[in-house]
C-alpha cells in the first residue's frame, strides 16, 4: 500500500487489520512511509515498532486534521460565513412556501405548488411554533362524558 494511514483509521483498527490479514499468510509494505514496513517478517521487532510508531503517528494526523477543520467551521460560522454545499432552492419559491404553510397549506400541497421537494422543505423552512395546551383548553376540547344511569332497584 501507498501509506500506512490508509489501512485504517487508528492504532487499534490498524493492528488488529495487519494481523488479521497476517492469519491469513498475506503481507503488507508500504511504498512511501519514511519508514519501510514490510510485514514478511512480522516477528521481527523493528518491524513491529515501524507499524506502531506509523499507526500512531496517523492516528495522530487524523485527529489534529479534525481539530484544524472544526476550528475552521467554527470560525467560519463566527463570522456569519454559510458552512456546506451551497443551497439551490430559489429563495423566492421558499418565501412562497412558508406562506403557503402559514395560511394552511399541506406540506403535500406546498411540494405541488412550489416544486420544491418535501425533504428541502422540511430542511429550509423554520419550524413552526409549538402550540402550548393547557389541562383548561384540553377540557373544553373533550368530548362530553356521558355518567351512567343508576340502575332501578328490584
Do not use: C
Request: avoid cysteine; hydrophobic fraction near 40%.
Amino acid at each position: 500500500m501507498h501509506t500506512l494511514d490508509r489501512l485504517g483509521r487508528t492504532v487499534r483498527d490498524t493492528l488488529n487489520l495487519i494481523h488479521d490479514l497476517a492469519e491469513r499468510g498475506v503481507g503488507i509494505r508500504t511504498l512511501a512511509d519514511p519508514i519501510k514496513v514490510d510485514s514478511a517478517n512480522p516477528d521481527g521487532p523493528m518491524a513491529q515498532l515501524a507499524v506502531v510508531l506509523l499507526a500512531l503517528f496517523a492516528q495522530m494526523e487524523r485527529t489534529y486534521s479534525l481539530e484544524r477543520a472544526a476550528g475552521a467551521r467554527a470560525a467560519a460560522t463566527a463570522k456569519g460565513r454559510r458552512i456546506g454545499r451551497p443551497t439551490v432552492v430559489d429563495p423566492d419559491k421558499l418565501t412562497y412556501a412558508a406562506h403557503l404553510r402559514d395560511t394552511g397549506s399541506t406540506i403535500a400541497e406546498i411540494v405541488t405548488k412550489t416544486g420544491i421537494t418535501r425533504t428541502s422543505l422540511y430542511r429550509h423552512l423554520p419550524p413552526r411554533p409549538a402550540a402550548q395546551v393547557t389541562a383548561a383548553e384540553h377540557e373544553l376540547h373533550a368530548p362530553p362524558t356521558t355518567e351512567a344511569e343508576p340502575e332501578p332497584a328490584l
